[in-house]
Protein backbone atom coordinates (compact mmCIF):
# COMPACT_ATOMS: atom_id res chain seq x y z
CA UNK A 1 0.00 0.00 0.00
CA UNK A 2 1.66 3.30 -1.01
CA UNK A 3 1.68 5.55 2.01
CA UNK A 4 2.07 3.31 4.75
CA UNK A 5 5.09 3.63 6.52
CA UNK A 6 4.26 1.21 9.60
CA UNK A 7 6.17 -0.96 9.04
CA UNK A 8 9.52 1.39 8.92
CA UNK A 9 9.15 3.24 12.06
CA UNK A 10 8.88 1.19 14.68
CA UNK A 11 9.95 2.55 18.08
CA UNK A 12 13.33 1.61 19.10
CA UNK A 13 13.86 0.70 22.55
CA UNK A 14 17.15 1.94 24.11
CA UNK A 15 18.40 2.22 27.62
CA UNK A 16 19.89 5.82 28.96
CA UNK A 17 23.34 5.45 29.59
CA UNK A 18 24.27 9.09 30.26
CA UNK A 19 21.68 12.07 29.55
CA UNK A 20 22.77 14.99 26.36
CA UNK A 21 24.10 17.88 28.22
CA UNK A 22 21.87 19.62 25.62
CA UNK A 23 18.43 20.36 25.17
CA UNK A 24 18.74 19.28 21.25
CA UNK A 25 21.31 17.03 19.47
CA UNK A 26 21.88 17.46 15.92
CA UNK A 27 18.56 19.70 14.93
CA UNK A 28 16.43 17.16 17.47
CA UNK A 29 14.64 18.62 20.37
CA UNK A 30 15.24 16.31 23.20
CA UNK A 31 13.22 17.98 25.84
CA UNK A 32 9.87 16.09 25.00
CA UNK A 33 11.86 12.94 26.01
CA UNK A 34 12.41 13.88 29.44
CA UNK A 35 15.25 11.16 29.75
CA UNK A 36 16.31 10.12 32.69
CA UNK A 37 20.07 7.55 33.29
CA UNK A 38 19.21 3.78 33.44
CA UNK A 39 15.59 4.07 32.00
CA UNK A 40 14.06 2.53 29.11
CA UNK A 41 12.72 4.14 25.90
CA UNK A 42 10.51 3.65 23.26
CA UNK A 43 11.99 6.09 20.58
CA UNK A 44 11.31 6.91 16.87
CA UNK A 45 14.09 5.30 14.95
CA UNK A 46 16.06 9.18 13.71
CA UNK A 47 15.92 10.02 17.16
CA UNK A 48 17.35 6.66 18.60
CA UNK A 49 20.08 6.24 16.00
CA UNK A 50 21.03 10.17 16.61
CA UNK A 51 21.47 9.05 20.44
CA UNK A 52 23.18 6.27 19.81
CA UNK A 53 26.05 7.34 17.48
CA UNK A 54 26.60 9.66 20.08
CA UNK A 55 26.69 6.94 22.97
CA UNK A 56 24.31 8.19 25.30
CA UNK A 57 21.67 5.12 24.97
CA UNK A 58 22.26 1.62 23.74
CA UNK A 59 19.97 -0.31 22.16
CA UNK A 60 18.37 -3.28 24.42
CA UNK A 61 15.57 -5.90 23.34
CA UNK A 62 12.28 -4.45 22.56
CA UNK A 63 9.13 -6.25 21.77
CA UNK A 64 10.46 -7.95 18.64
CA UNK A 65 13.21 -9.53 20.87
CA UNK A 66 16.07 -8.09 19.26
CA UNK A 67 19.05 -6.27 20.34
CA UNK A 68 22.23 -4.68 18.50
CA UNK A 69 24.73 -6.50 18.23
CA UNK A 70 28.37 -4.95 19.80
Partial sequence: ML??????HNPVRVRVLRVPPSLALEGID???YKLR???EY????QVAKVLIVWKYVE???GAGGKKSKK
Fill in 42 to 45: DLEP
Fill in 30 to 32: LRP
Fill in 59 to 61: RVA
Fill in 3 to 8: GDFSNR
Fill in 37 to 39: EGN
